[in-house]
T-cell receptor, first 111, second 116 residues
Framework: GESVGLHLPTLSVQEGDNSIINCAYS??????FIWYKQESGKGPQFIID?????DKRQGQRVTVLLNKTVKHLSLQIAATQPGDSAVYFC??????????FGKGTSLLVTP | GAVVSQHPSRVICKSGTSVKIECRSL??????MFWYRQFPKQSLMLMAT?????????EQGVEKDKFLINHASLTLSTLTVTSAHPEDSSFYIC????????????FGSGTRLTVV
């Protein structure tokens, strides 16, 4: 079936550098996307969202880019900090309003 | 902001017993709640969608008689894992939806179930 997937399972960056986490989706009917951060043993924490009628949205230190032509979503984290170390998931709105989650990328920030 | 409380945070049970997990929306009414299961180093997999006052909709491959879902009020949904086996050991997460936008998807803190 159609699914949301990620290009990179792990990403290691140095503190202060920018991080880019990618996500590919296959459901062209998806109209809403969310990036979540999940720390070990906890539930997902909202980072930023974007609707399909937009191609870019910025938050505090984070930017989400949406390329509908190639069905690609990315999360950019500026000046990555140790506290950013976690697993990041993209999610798309599924039929019936449930969210369909991608595989996840583990981000490790090294000093 | 919207808060979802999930209990217990972790539970250990013996094989063959049943375990109930509660998901409560504390400051909003959740017409729809979702239950996910997450195995180690894997993504969240949707198990079922729970609508207040009606039967839950289960995803393909999820046994409805094993994972009983009850959404009797607008603030409470429960997931009961019946006759639990070691392979049911997982991290169970609920999510509640009240409106639109990201505030419509509030997640609980998860329940770590270990079946011994």
């Amino acid at each position: 079936g159609e699914s949301v997937g990620l290009h990179l399972p792990t990403l290691s960056v140095q503190e202060g550098d920018n991080s880019i986490i990618n996500c590919a989706y296959s459901n062209s009917a998806s109209d809403y996307f969310i990036w979540y951060k999940q720390e070990s043993g906890k539930g997902p924490q909202f980072i930023i969202d974007i609707r399909s009628n937009m191609d870019k949205r910025q938050g505090q230190r984070v930017t989400v880019l949406l390329n509908k032509t190639v069905k690609h979503l990315s999360l950019q984290i500026a000046a990555t900090q140790p506290g950013d170390s976690a697993v990041y998931f993209c999610a798309e709105k599924h039929s019936g309003y449930a969210l369909n989650f991608g595989k996840g990328t583990s981000l490790l920030v090294t000093p | 902001g919207a808060v979802v409380s999930q209990h217990p945070s972790r539970v250990i049970c013996k094989s063959g017993t049943s375990v109930k997990i509660e998901c409560r929306s504390l400051d909003f009414q959740a017409t729809t709640m979702f239950w996910y299961r997450q195995f180690p180093k894997q993504s969240l997999m949707l198990m079922a969608t729970s609508n207040e006052g009606s039967k839950a909709t289960y995803e393909q491959g999820v046994e409805k008689d094993k994972f009983l879902i009850n959404h009797a009020s607008l603030t409470l949904s429960t997931l009961t894992v019946t006759s639990a086996h070691p392979e049911d050991s997982s991290f169970y997460i609920c999510s509640a939806r009240a409106g639109t936008g990201h505030y419509g998807y509030t997640f609980g803190s998860g329940t770590r179930l270990t079946v011994v």
